[in-house]
């Protein structure tokens, strides 16, 4: 199969997945609210009003009709109102999905940067007292629950001694002209440090281990035997000969996980009150925001698929035994 | 003795894993774990949903921070408190539950006998220094000097006592008993109450022009006039429960009762005022002077001083009830306490990991919610690998068109994020044990399928499943006796794997309130530590939780890990 083909084939795929998950949708949230207008009782609409947003939603409508409308409007990115925020869905989530995305990369990069080089180094201190600490510390990170490290860095960083925000991206109020202009002040990144870390701890754990691990049976290759015998020293063949060669796995690794991220960690947000794409999902499953929830969950799927696209994509070039099957 | 091969294979992995340190190390952690979660009722010392309460002889003492905690004075009540004397002989008496006396002088505290059990409720000195002591059913005690008279009225609770003169004191109780009593030859008259539908009557005082003021329920208030001996209805301007009544010998006066009432008399002629209350919990004493000063004392550690212009809350940072005030001079005591919540209690020998915001002891939370982390724990990972695992042997062993679909629905299941799917599913059709186990297992499968798969695609290539399907057997046994007990240990290790996942999905969920209702789990307490607050204060709430399910997973993480040498030999040889 030629690069091209294999290109169409997974778009094709990608698109198909998308439609699959989007109709699980449609059907789970007419499963699971028959009336999403219910919630709106509460706003002190008549029966009159609410008669008209049914129709609006097309919810009088027989289920197929109102699944193509759905499907219809989800193509031409037309999510409706928000119940709750009187303003297009559309808009309000692709300024969550970048809050998120923002968070997620700064925090799996950081892991990463730390995870790889520290793996590789426990692992040539195999069975020392640094390379048990270091998997306990990988591992206990990684089961901490995130929302509990959370609560615990705020307690120690945000309280006890108050070195850093506890909540937000930004010291209220703030005025920002756009994306970049939030994200790009010393006062963000003071707010973004315990989340950052937070995150970047939790996924510190799979990078330290993958890496070593690998390196271990990288160890056992003729090639590093041959560069021993050579008498080049050990430094060298620990990062020159071994890391190039046991980073693969930990690439495919940071593939899945970057594939992912735009699902966030919803508890981080919360904890943090981040104003991410899961944390909005959450706020408005609760308060029956369905246009809201339905449209954040689909582009979070749509992301999360093109992310899994571009990192299939970006893989099959850095390695070629994976590619075109 | 031969096992058959399928036993053996599963055998396997336990053996290799009795021989990594950590691996049992992590076993024996994951038993304790167990062990607690099916001993839960027997390990915890309180029922992990009761709201605790303690009683306690409490003082709060004035500062000039507020009111704050002094020492105890034993583990009942202290209901009421008078004072008698100026300087060299000056003595307060304190009266509470179960015949607690105590006496004060000059700052020391002296327990002292008065003969009885009862629960005592009320104390007034005479001019004379004549204490008199009200109580439970009927009991009426006299001290004078150290001699201790005992005098029973009927079998009614006796709630308020004052003295009238010197010989002579008024003594009222439930049922609207109106005693009077004769110290000297220690007799007591009944007087007919004018309403006679048997209130319960809470306070007496002596007014400024000599009569007495007694207060009730439903805003009762009964004029006793000592010379005739008759009593009369008056109006005081409340329908509530009046609880105590103080009047000076000028004439100022102050009523408190149920729901922040408060009742102020600014001279012995003026009228009856209801003063605004910033506080509605029952007031259940007062005490006002005639230089201006006033204060009103209730349930949960209610303060209130009167400024001059209005009532303020003080702060006492205290849940206890307050019930009995004593004031002499600058020394300013609110006594209780009748049960109370031990809110947000740090630990103690009670409690081993302290209470939560309404009372409840969180060890025995902490033990309980072991039992939902297992249960989901497991039984999500064990739906998982068996589903996860049936994908992988079918996608594997068939190829073809069964491959495709099943495969292709892994990949659509990678485009959906776990978290927010599992939020949705379990918003969408309300908590429950079952559905907090479908959302966490779900999605997880996806992994097991996916790596299951790859080990079959080589294993379904090997001789011995040629050999096998040379022999003739079918396909359901090739995959399944077999293809499976080969990548038994793959399977062991995501069992291991899912089960530290699905633990923290689960205490995700119920962090974020969605976990099964009506069940105590870790994430349930972290959820309401947050909910509530006090978390950034109370550390004996959220340290806890946090470090057992932390525990857990990790025990299931290091056994996993030895399960990994089994799974990929290549770590066996270099390790």
Redesign the interface.
Known sequence: MSRRNYLIKRVV??L???W??ATILFF??R???PDPTAALITEGLNAEQRALIRAQFGLEDPLWKQYMLFLTNALQGEFGTSFSYRAPVAEIVWERLGNTMILMVAAITLAYAIGVPLGAWLSWR?GSLADTLGIFVG??F????????G??A??IFG?SFALFPTSGMRTLPYDATGFFDKILTLDFLWHAILPVLVVALYYLGSPLLIMR?TM??V??EDFIEMARAKGLPERDILYKHAARNALLPVVTQLAVTI??A??????VE??FSWPG??RE??NA??TSDFPL?QA??LI??AF??TL?LLVDFLYSTLDPRVSFR | MTLPPFLRAALAPLRLMMRDRLAVAGLCVLSLIIAMALFAPLLSPHDPRHINEVEDGSVLVQTPEGWVLGESLGAVALNDAAHFGADIGAQSLIVGREGTIWARESGHWARLDGGTVADLNAVDFSPEGTALIAGADGLILLRDGDKWTEIKAENADLRGAAWLSAGDALIVGDNEDIWRLDAETALITRINSPVGRGFSLRSVALDADGTALIVGERGLAIRFDPQSGSTALERLGSSRDLNHIHITTGGTALVTGERGTLLRRAAADAAWVTDPAPDTRALRAGYIDDTGTAIAVGRNGIIMEWDGAEWLLSPTESERHLRALLVVGEDRLALGSDRFVTRLAPPSREHWFGTDHLGRDLFSQNMHGSQIALLVGFLGAALVVLIGTNVGLVAGYFRGRTETILMRTVDIMYGIPFEPFALILVLLFQPSLMIVILAVSLLTWRTVARLIRSQVLTLRERPFVKAARVAGASDLRIMYLHIFPNVLPLVFLELAIIVGVSIIAEATLSFLGLGPPQSISWGGILHDARLSGAWRTAWWWNLPPGILIMTTVLSVFFISRSLEVVANPRLRARE
């Open positions: 795929q990608a198909f997945s998308l699959i998950i789970l949230f499963m699971g609210l195999r591992l206990m990684r089961s901490a629950p995130m929302f509990w490290t609560m615990i705020i307690l309280v691990n271990l049976e160890y056992g594939g992912l735009a699902g966030g960690q919803v508890v919360v904890v794409l899961g999902i959450l499953v609760r929830a954040s969950f979070m799927a999360v698929i899994n």
